[in-house]
């Protein structure tokens, strides 16, 4: 019985950061199967949102409103703890794929790409708006991948003519970014983007 309390106690814990189920997620998701699409690498992004807003920013407002010093630090000190554990767990994952991928990690940048990364804006939301504009990048962050990937197929239809010009290799499984990172394109966008940064 004490092993299942367990059990319970860890899922609920998991459930408060993670969508692992139904019951976690909004009732439009729930409701409707053939919809669910749209929510694609959304469903964590929304949970993490959630998360926050529950541990920092309704517990500010409260502490706000009822001038309580005490939760306002509270809040101001889960902040911190986010922002810490979101940099030791992201921040470590994107230096490993700054060196696998053959990018430059850019110190600069670093903290505000695991700080804006809390809100669901992520390093490649704010590549696409130094390339492509604000607009572009914020309608691929909230539109399905799929929208980003047909973006690229037409792109490559309409001006590829060699395989290390397409941008579409990177959706080839297991070898596919590796090679774009690493021979293809993406060589010439890592050009572009050090060329935007000085």
Do not use: C, H
């Not at 390339?131 to 572009?136: D, F, H, I, M, P």
Request: charged fraction near 25%.
């Amino acid at each position: 019985m004490s092993g299942f309390l367990v059990i319970e106690a860890l899922y609920n814990e998991l459930a408060d950061v993670a969508p692992i189920s139904l019951t976690e997620m909004p009732e439009a998701y729930a409701g409707n199967p053939n919809l669910r699409i749209l929510y694609s690498l959304k469903s964590y992004t929304i949970k993490q949102f959630n998360f926050v807003r529950e541990r920092v920013f309704s517990k500010l407002m409260n502490g706000i409103a009822t001038k309580n010093p005490k939760m306002i630090g509270e809040a101001s000190t889960d902040m911190m703890k986010i922002l810490a554990f979101s940099t030791l767990a992201n921040g470590s994952a994107d230096v490993l794929k700054a060196i696998v991928f053959n990018r430059e990690i850019d110190e600069d940048d670093f903290f505000w790409d695991t700080f804006l990364r809390i809100f669901g804006v992520t390093k490649y939301t704010t590549v696409q708006a130094r390339k492509e504009g604000l607009g572009w990048a914020v309608l691929k962050m909230i539109a399905p991948p799929q929208f980003a990937m047909l973006d690229d197929i037409a792109k490559d239809i309409s001006g590829a003519r060699r395989l290390e010009e397409m941008r579409t290799t990177k959706f080839v499984p297991f070898v596919g970014k590796l090679y774009y990172w690493r021979e293809g394109r993406g060589e010439d966008v890592e050009e572009k983007l050090s060329r935007l940064n000085r």
